[in-house]
């Protein structure tokens, strides 16, 4: 057993593990404390490579005494070279795209939610409940039908709809609140002391931000047991960004791997910046915005571990950029018609601002970058509208022939 | 003006369980001073250095002051002052 407390982060101060997230001190963000001291790390790597083949292969390294049941496991998603985007980039660094839209409900959220309702589930909570952009809420509504637990999501009413659609099917309680994801974000924060239900990501978030560090694990292993020197990844709230680089912390600390933390660039939308104008402007905290992008996944205006984000892109010599939406868009393209993979506008952002880098000269040859695609872009296909025509023909040679005469030689 | 400041549960020992607190104040920072000057323990809390907390968010009726005049937010009759935590979400 090497979980050993909850912890403030900002004030140090102990928690027992139960369903508390910030601290009645001084309200900072309370982070599950491990005691790895007896661990080994020869034998957790073994045990790893044993385990399953999912995220529960990291149980050592999750806050339970075990593996929990899980009909539902997310993870060991594709690590892909992508050297035909590094070519149309024009860069000679080393681009991997770690494609976490290939998870049960098709984003990164599945990690965070199978941490969080195993842990519920633990705590002995019947209902479990999310405050979404929409990925989190397919997410807790699957693995909440999965664990046969009741559930209720609560969304911004003007989310995509194919968002809403693969939520409701899976029988949980969706509720479209008349609001940005922020006011949705406050609501749930107050429904959370009023009912006794497990808020996956308000009272449960210690233990749901720790399944983002499974990406971290992953990305080493795949990559033979190293580090890679850069990852590109997006920020809504923060969570994801900080939570790898625990993740390459811990297993850095603990020997599992030998190097250095990698410089971290953060991906935001123009129209939800909050974050990369706090790098920006030097702040060690984040202004709020009233969000307006396409890249709804991560319109948080008010970004829970932002200044943590800030710290962690400065820390490690990297940066925090943001895209326009016509940039989001033409990102969407690059990504398909190089790798064949189809991401969401998060997706989009991440390879918009990994553009912008290979722009502006910052990704150096040899240079081993991760880029995480954390969605799919069934998700929100009206970002794809438009941007392609199709040729419509009659049944007949002819027809073909005179669309395509200018192309097609015999 | 007498105005109705709505108390997170994990702070209501420092109000002997109180859920809500009555106060008079024109603006935001009046009121929680009023509250302050109820309940000491939630002054070093809630605030630093004069300022609120960086993970503590306050909201006038529903939106947050931050988009609006900060501490100096005027409060208007009927409206709730709500004090919550900053580390929900994403």
Redesign the interface.
Known sequence: MSVESLKCK?CAAGYELGA???C??????LEVSYDHSDLDADEAKRRIQAGSRGIWRYSDFLPFAGRPGDPLEPGLTPLLRAERLAERLGVDAEIWIKNDAANPTHSFKDRVVAVAIAKARELGFETVAC?STGNLANAVAAHAAAAGLDSYVFVPSNLEEQKLLATGVYGTNLVGVRGN???V??L???L??EHPWA?V??NL?PYYAEGSKTLAFETVEQLGWQLPDRVVSPI????LFTKLGRGFQEWLDLGLVEGEQPTFNGAQATGCSPVATAFAEGW??C??Q?PETIAKSLA?G????G?YAVEHARRTGGGIDAVTDEEIRAAIKLLAETTGIFTETAGGVTIGVLRKLAERGELAAGERVVAYITGEGLKTLDATRDTFSMHEIDPSLDSFDAEFAQEVSV | MSVTVKIPTQLRAATGGESEVQVEGSNVGEALDAVFAAYGDLRERITQDGTLRRFVNVYVSGEDIRFQQGLETAINPGDEVTILPAVAGG
Do not use: H, L, M, W
Request: charged share 30%.
């Open positions: 900002e508390a997230y910030f009645e001190r001084c309200f900072g963000p405050a994801y922020d006011d974000n406050r749930c924060t107050q959370a002391e808020f990501n308000v978030r809504a709230s923060g969570s060690d905290v202004k709020p009233k948080i008010d970004p829970a571990d200044p």
